[in-house]
């Protein structure tokens, strides 16, 4: 079993940043590759980004490219999402997930943290 908490999400007007943080622990923590989806009101949950167990490797999803960063600290077993420049449409509940795989998330992982919500407003 892997535990997922997550941290850092909070309210911001349009263009702003915010950092998430998750926190992973569990035997198979730090051999899993990690990632994030967010579910935005209304709307379907979807993958933003992920990264592989080593933190060498990173895909985004085309609407979060080149402001958002994922991000590993192998030590603290912690991912981060660094995110820039953001704009309404990025208001949703933002999970952060972890699969038994080293390369990354599936689009169906296996463990999923509560979420954090993040309000961009205009």
């Known amino acids: 079993q892997v535990q997922l908490v997550e941290s850092g999400g909070g309210s911001v007007q349009a263009g702003g940043s915010l950092r998430l943080s998750c926190v992973a622990s569990?035997?198979?923590?730090?051999?899993?590759?990690m990632g994030w989806f967010r579910q935005g009101p209304g709307k379907k949950r979807e993958f933003v980004a992920t990264i592989d167990s080593n933190g060498g490797s990173e895909y985004y999803a085309d609407s979060v490219k080149g402001r958002f960063t994922i991000s590993r600290d192998i030590v603290k077993n912690t991912v981060y999402l660094q995110m820039n420049r953001l704009n309404p449409e990025d208001t949703a509940v933002y999970y952060c997930?972890?699969?038994?795989?080293?390369?990354?998330?599936?689009?169906?992982?296996?463990?999923w943290g509560q979420g954090t919500q993040v309000t961009v407003s205009s």
């Open positions: 569990g035997r198979t923590a730090s051999e899993n590759g």
């Open positions: 997930a972890s699969d038994s795989s080293p390369r990354g998330i599936s689009p169906s992982p296996d463990y």
